[in-house]
């Protein structure tokens, strides 16, 4: 046995670098949230080698005094909380932490200058020992050198990845203190090249912010996003939403910070998940970088070792705001899909494109589209409302060829033709649309559902001749079962006898529709769910299955008017842009763009 013993400081402060600078990523974010504490308007940091060689930070903040240097490398000294508060943290340190420990793994050299400070000072620390303070030629500011990283802790160097992987997640974590700070100016380079150079920019906040997360993120990224500005208490989300129909296969273009941190919360996750639920598939997820601002006494930052986490004291208040602001911009967006989709046809058809695509270039002669000469064939679904919707035979379209450029100023443009029974193709002012028109008529579908469930209930309407449907009797008792739930959704549905059901009504809105298919394709549906879910919650999945089935997915031919209607119909409503999946309903092709291909611009 041996007696319990204090562990030396340097043994401390070995432990302590464990947790806080795991990887050299986590050194180079404590050097920086110390330049950006400092009031720097400058931070550039060199990286050699992954940051095994060597990691720089240098700032123009306000820097250290000959005095404060040997207390910066001291276990637990800080400048940062002067009244011993943990719950008022207003800077992005507070444990005094990081320098010690650094100083405890590698060879650190801190060169610092006050701003009226006559000369600089620097001070160096080798696996734990301090050297004495010396004078040292420096502009005001500070200058971090961190050399041969974990070199006094051979385990932890064995951990480290390639420099290529290192340097990924160094720049990863530059660029999330970047987003957060666009008024300060920011570089990365590994000694030879610039990785990473973010000038700074002035002006109003969210111009700079939206500034710097397009040189980050992308320009299809602030091309494609939605404001979010939302309130509730004292509680501010700001930020950017990006569309639907701009997705990935990972949340790593989802960033979130809280009091100007960023931070990788699960329930931010959640609460952006729960968002764009109804519009994406699963698995593909949006962009988005959203600013929580809140009194700092309502969120607790001292719950990680490097603080990506925090704990809230309302987290339910918290996701409710940020889902309650997502879905308000994305309804906003109206019928907005994402500019990308048009780039992506075009980038296909260029030339140069995967082979595997069909450009389409050839030069068969084509014959136009039958049926638009025709009658209107009777025709009910996509053009009543919710609210007037009733089993009558719909009257006649308003006739739009006497002047078929009546509706070429809509954002959607004028109807020209239908393709394979499922593309409409329409002319804008500057450019043609081209319309999934089943797509896009599921997605009105699933709209109008939402609407009137949350108004007075889906209208219904009678079968001339209630259908009988016969199916096994487990599906049957099923279906049954939800007969309730599935009257609400405008279906009504009740048992006929064992293995069959009878069909009596349903929703006005679906028009002419094949109500076995529908029947079976719920009855599975429903079994997929289990007794816990609501058809409620899975309705954009409900309302697939019925637009499915109703008399626009049959391929029938479309009227121009008919088409028109739905053109206007999808401009009036919310998330028409893009299905339930994340896919867009339709692509606009721009004159200038269609141009370029053809190698007349
Ligand atoms: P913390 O940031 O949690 O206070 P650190 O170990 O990162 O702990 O830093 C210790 C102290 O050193 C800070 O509180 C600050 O006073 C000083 N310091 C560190 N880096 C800088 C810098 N770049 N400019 C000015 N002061 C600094
Ligand atoms: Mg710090």
């Avoid at 290529?164 to 203190?177: F, P, Y």
């Avoid at 000469?373 to 009543?384: N, R, T, Y």
């Avoid at 193709?425 to 999934?436: E, L, P, R």
Wanted: charged residues 25%; glycine residues 8%; neutral net charge.
């Amino acid at each position: 046995m041996t007696a319990i013993r204090r562990l030396p400081e340097t043994i401390v402060n070995r432990i302590a670098a464990g947790e806080v600078v795991e990887r050299p990523a986590a050194a180079v974010k404590e050097l920086v949230e110390n330049s950006i504490d400092a009031g720097a308007s400058r931070i550039d940091v060199v990286v050699r080698e992954g940051g095994r060689a060597l990691i720089s930070a240098t700032d123009d903040g306000f820097g250290m005094t000959r005095d404060e240097l040997p207390l910066s490398v001291e276990r637990h000294a800080t400048s940062k909380l002067p009244d011993d508060d943990l719950w008022h943290i207003a800077s992005l340190g507070f444990r005094g932490e990081a320098l010690p420990s650094i100083g405890a793994v590698a060879r650190l050299a801190i060169t610092s200058r006050t701003r009226n400070g006559d000369n600089a000072w620097s001070l160096t620390v080798d696996a734990g020992r301090v050297g004495r303070v010396e004078p040292a030629a420096h502009p005001p500011g500070t200058r971090v050198e961190i050399r041969d990283l974990f070199y006094a802790t051979p385990a932890r160097l064995k951990f480290l990845k390639s420099t290529t992987t290192e340097m990924g997640h160094i720049n990863d974590a530059v660029q999330r203190l970047a987003m957060a700070h666009p008024e300060i100016a920011f570089s990365v380079s590994d000694g030879a090249r610039t990785l990473v150079k973010l000038p700074a920019t002035n002006g109003d906040l969210f111009d700079i912010r939206l500034e710097r997360l397009g040189s980050i993120m992308g320009r299809d990224f602030t091309d494609n996003a939605i404001l979010i500005d939302a309130r509730r208490d004292d509680l501010r989300l700001t930020g950017y939403a990006g569309l639907p129909t701009l997705n990935r296969s990972t949340t790593g273009m989802q960033f979130l910070f809280v009091n100007g941190r960023s931070v990788r919360d699960r329930l931010l996750y959640g609460a952006v998940r729960a968002a764009y639920q109804e519009f994406l598939a699963s698995g593909r997820h949006p962009l988005v970088a959203l600013y929580l601002e809140m009194d700092p006494a309502l969120v607790d930052v001292n719950v990680h070792p490097t603080k990506a986490e925090v704990r809230f004291r309302d987290p339910g208040l918290i996701r409710a705001l940020i889902v309650g602001a997502l879905r308000h911009a994305l309804t906003g967006a109206g019928h907005r899909a994402s500019t990308t989709v048009a780039e992506t046809a075009l980038g296909m058809a260029r030339p140069g494109a995967p082979p595997s695509v069909n450009t389409g270039y050839r030069h068969s002669p084509v014959s136009p589209p039958r049926g638009l000469s025709e009658a209107a064939v009777p025709f009910h679904a996509p053009l009543l409302s919710a609210e007037n919707a009733a089993p009558s035979t719909p009257e006649a379209p308003p006739d739009t060829a006497a002047n078929p450029d009546a509706e070429l100023g809509f954002p959607l443009g004028a109807a020209r033709a239908q393709v394979h029974e499922t593309y409409i193709v329409a002319q804008t002012t500057d450019g043609i649309v081209v319309v999934d028109q089943h797509a896009a008529h599921e997605r009105l579908v699933h709209e109008r559902i939402k609407t009137a469930l949350a108004k007075n209930g889906v209208a219904r309407q009678g079968l001339l001749i209630p259908e009988i449907v016969e199916l096994d009797d487990a599906a049957a008792g099923r279906l049954a079962a939800r007969g309730e739930e599935l009257a609400e959704l405008g279906l009504l549905v009740e048992r006929f006898g064992p293995g069959a059901v009878v069909v009596r009504e349903i929703p006005a809105l679906l028009g002419t529709t094949d109500v076995k298919g529908l029947v079976l394709d719920l009855a599975d549906e429903v079994a997929e769910y289990g007794e816990a879910l609501s058809l409620k919650d899975r309705l954009s999945d409900v309302c697939a299955r019925m637009a499915c089935h109703s008399s626009v997915r049959a391929g029938r031919r479309l009227t121009v008017a008919e088409m028109n209607a739905l053109l206007r119909e999808m401009e009036k409503t919310p998330h028409s842009g893009q299905c339930s999946h994340g896919r867009p309903t339709y692509v606009e092709l721009k004159l200038a763009d269609i141009e370029r291909l053809f190698g007349r611009r």
